[in-house]
C-alpha cells in the first residue's frame, strides 16, 4: 500500500484516539461486559450484547487507525522552506477572480479534512487544482455549478 500524506497535527490526534481507545475505552467496555455476564443468561441479555458491540467498534477502529499511522508519511511543512509553491500541508489564500471573494484554506490529509475549519483534502478539487501552483498564478477549478476561476494570493508555511 502507498504512503498516505499526514499533517504532524493530523497523526497527533490519530494517536491520541488511539491511545484513547487502548487505555480508557477498551478497559472500559471490558469492565462492563463482565458485568452483564454476571447477570447471568447471555442470550436475552441486552447490556451484554450492547457492549459487545461496542468492543467489536473499539477493535475495529484500534485496527484502522494503526493502519492509517503505519501508511502515513508524515509531513511537517515548517520544516520546508517556502517557496511560495503551494504542497501539502501550505496554508493557501486563494481570491475568487469573479466576486473577489477570498478564502483560506489549509491542505490536509482525508481524515484531517474539516470545511468548517477550512481544512481541504489533497484530494478535493480544489487542491487538486492549486498543488504545484504559485502565488500569483490564476487556476480553474472544476466544482459541481462549473468551473471557477482563483488566483493564488498567499502560500504560507505555517
Do not use: W
Not at 6 to 25: N, S
Not at 29 to 56: F, M, P, T, V, W
Not at 94 to 100: A, G, Q, S
Not at 104 to 110: A, F, L, N, P, Q
Amino acid at each position: 500500500m502507498s504512503k498516505v500524506p499526514m499533517t504532524v497535527e493530523g497523526a497527533e490526534a490519530l494517536r491520541e484516539e488511539l491511545h484513547d481507545l487502548k487505555k480508557v475505552q477498551r478497559p472500559r467496555i471490558s469492565q462492563a461486559i463482565a458485568e452483564a455476564r454476571e447477570h447471568g443468561d447471555l442470550k436475552e441479555n441486552a447490556e451484554y450484547h450492547a457492549a459487545r458491540e461496542q468492543q467489536s467498534f473499539c477493535e475495529g477502529r484500534i485496527q484502522e487507525i494503526e493502519g492509517k499511522l503505519a501508511n502515513a508519511q508524515v509531513i511537517d511543512v515548517k520544516t520546508i522552506p517556502p517557496s511560495g509553491k503551494v504542497i501539502f500541508g501550505t496554508t493557501v489564500t486563494i481570491i475568487n477572480c469573479e466576486t473577489e471573494q477570498e478564502v483560506t484554506y489549509r491542505i490536509v490529509g482525508d481524515d484531517e479534512a474539516d470545511v468548517k475549519a477550512n481544512k481541504i483534502s489533497i484530494n478535493s478539487p480544489i487542491a487538486r487544482a492549486l498543488i504545484g501552483k504559485e502565488e500569483g498564478d490564476v487556476v480553474e477549478v472544476k466544482t459541481p455549478g462549473g468551473e471557477v476561476e482563483y488566483e493564488i494570493d498567499k502560500v504560507e508555511h505555517i
